[in-house]
DNA sequence: GCGGTGGCTGAACTCATGTTCAGTAGTCTG
DNA sequence: CAGACTACTGAACATGAGTTCAGCCACCGC
């Protein structure tokens, strides 16, 4: 699933259009990229690298090349610029995302994302405004899940996949997981030496071990039993 | 704080001195507790629910029932406050863990400090600062996979959990994942109805796909060994 | 009693931030 | 060419942040 869908060139430039508002007339040529976009990647990249409460406004348009004020003039506010990332990132996930499945995704909903070069760091973006509380970001989770949800079922029609009671709670506990790890890229990289922004093959000494436990789990078959047992018993106290 | 020190009043007070300077003369008696325990807590209190980032000194003080000026006079600045909260919860923590030591552990290296009550929110505290790299909870998250390491070759020894080629890297990922999932506190909330850094008990929507998926993996054995086979073979080429 | 020491505070300082204002340059419309 | 509109900027403003200052007040050794 790696190298796969290394190429799909196609799709980059309409994302612009696609996230952002109705398509302000391309107006002044543009001998690169309009301002506006320039500003809102540059912001993207920043919050990407630094957080969001930790990149002034200012930073943003040093990185973008443009004036403070020009931030303000084409999104009013650094919170409204905020929301412009989230739907940007939002809808080149969703792009990523869709490209994938035509190539058969796997089982990684991050894998897709992780291929995804020459733009916006969408994966380190995702990281750090996973945990603050963007409603925009919080939809993409909820989709992700749903995504999951699918994918897992088919892998179940298909054999490929064990049965479970609760498919949306495993999906949701998968999800969580993959983002977990994601959001704690700095544990990763020191603990294992892998960047999970990169490219799963440099990666690998977090994919075996993940990869071991989705395939056989790390508890015992006797055990199991025993534990998942009084586990149900808990439950029936407990919500 | 309602219970007073029922439980286990010896090691309590003690945590003050432990945690920070040389043990500042308990002076003037102390009517109720120290100004300085207190604007610990607060601040601990504060970072744990709006991010250090977010949280005013001004706000600290507030909660902490003292002025602006009394939290430089005890720790000269922000920075320094934030790395005494640092060091306050890691020695709470390390002293959760050694008390659940005795008791006998189980698979889940944040089983201890969920039942911690009373205190600081330990939990929450960490949530938030394992995203903005303190060298002091880095400390601690290797000390948790050393642990688990040390817990899960035990358990392999006694029949209860599965061998396996990389244990650092397992128990490595088996952490990052618990934490991971535990910063994503507010996704889990709303896409599981469950909050980890509380009773457990009440968590079960979330402990229970999580034993699983630990129990019996989630990928069907004759999958399994054809996609750990391709995984094998992509390890020889990248790292 | 008395000077001094340390916990503690109100007010003020400095600085960075988000934001606004007034104005310039270039281009399109009539 | 006049007018208008849009992209864009330098300078300034307002606010909230961390921090500092000078002094109060209770206690303690002399």
């Given at each position: 699933m790696s190298s796969a869908t290394a190429s799909d060139p196609a799709s980059g430039p309409a994302s612009d259009a696609m996230a952002s508002?109705?398509?302000?007339?391309?107006?002044?040529?543009?001998p690169d990229r309009t301002a506006r976009a320039r500003i809102r990647d540059a912001a993207i990249t920043r919050f990407a690298a630094d957080g969001v409460a930790a990149t002034s406004v200012r930073a943003i348009a040093e990185e973008a090349g443009v004036s403070p004020p020009l931030v303000m003039h084409h999104f009013g506010s650094k919170d409204r610029l905020r929301v412009a990332c989230d739907q940007h990132v939002a809808a080149l996930v969703r792009e990523q995302k869709h490209a994938a499945m035509a190539a058969g995704g796997g089982l990684d909903p991050l894998a897709a994302m992780r291929a995804?070069?020459?733009?916006?760091p969408l994966l380190g973006y995702l990281a750090r405004t996973?945990?603050?509380?963007s409603p925009h970001v919080a939809e993409l989770v909820d989709e992700m899940v749903a995504d999951a949800v699918g994918y897992m079922a088919e892998g179940e029609a298909a054999g490929i996949l064990m049965p479970t009671e609760d498919p949306e709670g495993r999906a949701a506990v998968l999800t969580l997981w993959s983002l977990g790890a994601l959001v704690l890229g700095e544990h990763a990289k020191r603990l294992l030496?892998?960047?999970?922004?990169?490219?799963p093959a440099h990666s690998m000494r977090y994919f075996l071990p993940a990869l071991e436990i989705m395939g056989r789990?790390?508890?015992a078959p006797e055990a199991y039993e025993q534990i998942s047992a009084s586990f149900h018993d808990a439950q029936e106290d407990g919500t």
């Open positions: 508002e109705p398509l302000r007339a391309p107006g002044p040529a543009d995804y070069e020459g733009g916006p996973l945990i603050d509380g030496g892998v960047d999970l922004t990169g490219d789990g790390i508890i």
